[in-house]
Each structure stands twice: as C-alpha cells, then as structure tokens.
C-alpha cells in the first residue's frame, strides 16, 4: 500500500483554522466554550463529514469522528488531539494532531485502505488549562481521571461553573455518561509538535514517546502583615512577599537536587496584595507545577517543597497554606503502539528518537483506558504556546504519513 498525504491542503487548513482566533495573526487564541471555540468546532466538524465520518459529540463536547470499519463492533483505533489554545499561543499545538489525524484518514482512504476495525479522530475538550484551572479536562472525563461531580464544580475566573457554561455553549446531558468503557479502543496515537528542542538539536525528524511525565500542582497562599513601606521598621515586618520568594528559590531547588534531569518546578503565577509600591505585601498568592516521569521522585520533590514551607514560615513568622490541585501518575506507552510507530519510520528510513514527553497532553488520561503512544516532531527552537510557534511543513507532512501507517497496522 503506497499512502501520500497532500501537504498543500493540510497546511491550508492548519492556516485557516489559525485565523479562528481571538487575537489578530498570527497569535491564535481559542479559550474553550468561547464564541471562537464554538466556530472552530463547527468548521472542523465540516471537514469530518466531507471525509465521510460519522460525528458524535459527548456532554462535555468531546468530539468524535469514526470511519466505519469492517467490524464495528470491535474496539476502534483512535487518534487526535485538541483544538483550544491558550492566550497568546501559536497555531500547530494540539491541531497537528487533530488536522494530521483527520489527513491521515483521508490518505487511508484515498490508498484504497479498508480498515477491520474502525478509525475515530478524537477532539478532545479543555486540554488547556485555561478557563477551569485543570488541563485535560475533556480526557479526564473519558478515562474517570476527574468524577462528574468535581467537573460540574469547577469554575472559570468569572466565578461560573463548567456545568453552566458547557449547557450555555450546547452541550448537554449528564456528565457521568462521559466516560468510555475500557474495551472502547484497541490503541491510541496522538501526533504532536515535540514541544521542546531535542529532535531539532539532534537533527533527527521524529520522536517516539516511551514514557510522558505527569504533573502535582499547587496552589499556595502566604500570609504576612502589611503595613506602610516607609513606617515599619526592618526587625518588625512579616513581609509576605519575601517569604514566598524563599519558597519559590526553595521549590527551584527541590527540582534541581533530584539527581534527575526529568524533574522539573515552576512557579508560574504570583500574586501580590494590594500591589502597591509603598505598601508591605500581605498576601502572595502562587501556584506551583511539579512533573516527572517517576512517581516517587516526583513526590520526593513535593515533601522537600512541604518541609520548605515549614521552615520559611516559621523563620519569617507568616502562615503558609497550600492546596494539592491534582497529582496525576506518569504513563508508560503500549508496547503496541510504539511498535508500530516503530515499523512505520523504519518502512520508510526515517530515523527517530525514544524519548520521554515531559509536557502532559491528553495522551496521558488516555493511557488509563487504552493502550496509548505518542509521535513527536520537531518545532523551531523548541518553541510552544506562542504566536512564534513553528513546524515545518516537511516534518509536519512526514509525521502524518508515519502516523497513517501506524493506524493502517492497528487497525487490522
């Protein structure tokens, strides 16, 4: 079977589906629910039933468009990804592997391929942590990760709750019926942009992930004194911002001393009260991110960063309170799927790296309920989630076709 994949049209489309945005070009933005994420949805959807699929969507707004195979009842081979992007982002995140995947089903089926099981793209809903806080929302979902009752809790920074929003955006039903029984597919592939510099500084064109690192997140809270910059002195004050810079070097170096590159911290928001030049803080808000792609080491980061806690509240006399957001378990990839993906660079001599993913993507959730693997390529720089995000068309066009392959093998 000789596949191409049409490169022309699935550049055209990645870049009209990039003018769906809530930012002038070239930053994309589509904040799940929104207007924009509404329109992208719809367009998407027409280019599924142009190739023939058949759509379903669930209470969540995940979306799936399935070629029929010649068992339907067997468990289906599904691939994708997700269209929403965060603020001020760049247009190949999540959409190489939803646009690829979609384009990899066309060039099965312009092959003459007949798949015996079916073949269902995957869109999965809120991979981005955007509007409710939690990334992977829709995934979450599908694989019982989240219950139904803490989704319909969770709510956006206008104060509304995801079950009012989702019903305000049409989607509807109850959220329990989200979740996908274990048998629902053989495999699971997600293509994606690399996300990180290794395959371009290799100059090697594909990455099959072997293991994807999965985060603990924090939200912290330190409690000070305020008061006037100018009238307390020095041994009196309780300065909260000085604590939670303590913290913040403290939770860098709870990273660093793991004795492992895959560690990794950040403090990536951190909010003074009241925020003026000659006003003491009070209060800092932050929220902390912690990965690995092993589990004990990454909990060994998190005890370091409790006892740190401890010990700055107790020297600088403020409070420290914190709040475990979600402390999600690493995956292993199938040995299927990695396999085939496998098969297919070497079908066509491209060599490829192992690697570890250690950004998370809704790869991660479905790993609990399928076997599951990942095919990275390569972005400039390393480059992601900005409006200079970049993927070559050649590597854009390369990665699809390895992933048709590997459906074509799962498939059967």
Known sequence: MNLSV????LLAEIEELACISEAEAPIVTRVVFTAKDLEARGWLLARCEDAGLTIRRDPIGNMFARWAGSDPEAPAVGTGSHIDAIPNAGKYDGVVGVLGGLE???????????????????IFTAEEPTRFGVGCLGSRLLSGALS??????????????????????????????????????????????????????????????????????????????????GGVLMPDRRDALCAAAEVILAIENAARASGAIDTVA???????????????PSRVRLTVDVRDTDLARRDNAMHAIDDAMRRVAEKRQVSIHSELVNADAPADCAASVVGALSDACRKHA????SMVSRAYHDSLFMSRIAPTGM??????????????????????????????????????
Not at 6 to 9: E, G, M, P, R
Not at 110 to 121: A, H, M, Q, V
Not at 156 to 175: H, I, Y
Request: net charge neutral.
């Open 6 to 9: 049409d490169q022309d049209k």
């Open 104 to 122: 990899a089903i066309r060039a099965l089926q312009r092959g003459g391929f007949r798949p015996k099981r079916s073949i269902e793209l995957l």
């Open 148 to 229: 139904p009752e803490a989704a319909a809790k969770l709510t956006d920074s206008d104060g509304r709750n995801a079950e009012k929003v989702r019903g305000k955006a049409g989607f509807s039903g109850e959220l329990r019926d989200v979740k996908l029984p274990s048998d629902h597919y053989r495999a699971f592939v997600e293509l994606h942009i690399e996300q990180g510099p290794l395959l371009e500084q290799q100059k090697i064109p594909l990455g099959i992930v072997t293991r994807i690192a999965a985060p603990a997140s924090l939200r912290m809270v330190v409690e000070g004194t305020g008061g006037h910059a």
């Open 266 to 280: 950040t403090v990536g928001v951190c909010e003074v009260f009241p925020g003026a030049v000659n006003s003491i």
């Open 350 to 353: 491209w060599p490829f790296l």
């Open 375 to 412: 095919l990275f390529i390569p972005c400039r720089g390393g480059v992601s989630h900005r409006p200079d995000e970049y993927a070559a068309p050649e590597d854009i066009a390369r990665g699809t076709l390895v992933l048709a392959e590997a459906l074509a093998s799962l498939s059967q």
